[in-house]
């Protein structure tokens, strides 16, 4: 730290190296403001020569009573889109992200704003300004999501230009987007396939050139993993002994674990030792990732699988499995890595709607029960549900009693009628049939099982 007595002000920077989860590393410059007394920063250059170079800049503007935030740029009304751009991109925000984020906003940045808007000063934007470059990208065909793309990069640069300059206006922010670009309904159809169908489509994928092609697929429908978060796997990244998989590689740019089930493991288990990659061939290279998606569809075709198929419908499966499964929409949004449930919600609600009624525990309770009521044990010619149905229906009546009382009441009400409906015809033995006893308790009426539900 440089400490240093300008007549009344005291002077105080120092440099600090700064290494972004990108990866890059830039220097910092660090300040004292002498009259609000909190510390400030700004970047100082990709060198700790560079910085040292502007951080006698940052003490010279100091002594003279200057805001060092405004060296860089200059004065302030004739910053341009450009070169607001350029400082964008050794912006902590930028340099913190991953590496194809970067890749693609960077790509963003060039063809959409810098070839159109470079010259611009920020300060002559205003709203109408923006709105109309917009609308000149729809009318050259671009797509919503790519102008809100664009929209989203144009936000971010009005936030930059506001901490050069306090007090100023994001005009980008102020743009009414959804009023003039509303969200339609998707035209392409999410497609996703059964439990059966997979297992059709990894007989063909078995018999395809593509030799990771049967690895890749078996792996995706069975952990829900993008494309290329699966090709960016590293074996260092399972963790086989606790059963989880951490994603670091993700479209979001935030990891997460997931758990590795059975058949994703017996999936990429033979893989081991080819690389330090799950998915490389013998030879040790890694597959392109345009390499799997013709050998996929063919595979698809040559055994009657109408759909579309791509990789990313692979994803699709695993989310739709599992809700219909019986897992809630909050746990498939976290093992897909969404950034926000409604994202879930808006892909499988549409495709699961009558799945989605029942409450989770509801649905898993029932469904398990019913498969095992179709293979329980017969007693006296009638089917007797074993031990485990009566479980799972007793910890689904603890969760919600008035269940139980909807059930014991409805029961009671058929009781009761059958009872004013031929009670005294008589039996060729001269019994009678269907006579329910007067004495006997209303409440003695419900079958034993649902009385010692409810007394648990």
Not at 41 to 68: H, I, Q, S, W, Y
Not at 151 to 160: P, Q, R
Not at 324 to 342: C, E, N, P, T
Request: glycine share 8%; net charge positive.
């Amino acid at each position: 730290m440089s400490d240093e007595t300008v007549g009344l002000l005291t002077i105080q920077t120092y440099l600090y190296k700064k290494r972004h989860r990108g990866g890059a590393v830039t220097w910092v410059v660090r300040w004292r403001s002498p009259v609000t007394g909190k510390w400030r920063a700004v970047a100082g250059g990709k060198t700790k020569a560079e910085a040292m170079l502007f951080e006698a800049k940052v003490r010279n503007e100091l002594a003279k009573g200057n805001d060092p935030q405004l060296l860089k740029m200059g004065a302030v009304a004739e910053l341009t889109i450009s070169a607001l751009i350029d400082e964008f991109y050794e912006h902590s925000r930028f340099l913190g992200s991953s590496e194809g984020w970067r890749v693609e906003n960077r790509r963003r940045l060039e063809q959409y704003v810098r070839a159109y808007l470079g010259s611009i000063p920020y300060s002559e934007l205003t709203v109408d300004s923006v709105l109309k470059h917009y609308i000149g990208f729809r009318d050259l065909g671009r797509s919503r999501a790519t102008i809100h793309k664009v929209h989203t990069l144009m936000c971010i640069l009005g936030d930059l230009y506001l901490e050069f300059r306090p007090g100023a206006v994001n005009v980008a922010r102020r743009v009414p987007f959804g009023k003039y670009f509303p969200k339609r309904a998707p035209k392409r159809e999410i497609n996703f396939l059964t439990p059966e169908e997979l297992e059709v489509l990894y007989g063909g994928c078995s018999r395809a050139r593509q030799r990771l092609l049967l690895p890749l697929v078996k792996f995706l429908t069975n952990t829900g993993l993008r494309r290329s978060e699966a090709l960016n796997l590293k074996w260092t990244d399972i963790d086989q002994a606790n059963g989880f998989i951490q994603v670091r590689e993700s479209k979001t740019g935030r990891s997460r674990n997931i758990p590795i089930e059975t058949a994703a493991w017996d999936a990429i288990s033979h893989l081991q030792g080819r690389g330090l990659y799950v998915f490389t061939y013998r030879d040790g290279s890694r597959p392109d990732k345009a390499s799997f998606r013709e050998p996929l569809k063919l595979a698809a075709k040559k055994v009657g699988i109408k759909k579309r198929i791509d990789l990313h419908t692979l994803r699709h499966s695993y989310g739709s499995n599992k809700i219909r499964a019986g897992f809630g929409l909050k746990k498939v949004s976290m093992l897909l890595g969404h950034s926000d449930i409604q994202m879930t919600a808006g892909v499988y609600t549409h495709l699961l709607d009558g799945d989605l009624r029942l409450p989770d525990y509801e649905a898993r309770v029932f469904d398990k029960a019913s498969n095992q009521l179709n293979s329980g044990e017969k007693v006296n010619g009638t089917e007797r549900a074993p031990q485990a149905v009566l479980e799972s229906l007793g910890d689904l009546l603890k969760r919600q009693p008035e269940v139980l009382e909807r059930i014991e009441g409805e029961l009671n009400r058929i009781i009761a009628a059958a009872k004013t409906v031929n009670t005294t015809e008589a039996d060729e033995s001269g019994s009678k049939r269907n006579e329910i006893p007067e004495t006997q308790p209303k409440g003695d009426r419900a079958p034993l099982l649902l009385r010692s539900l409810k007394k648990d």
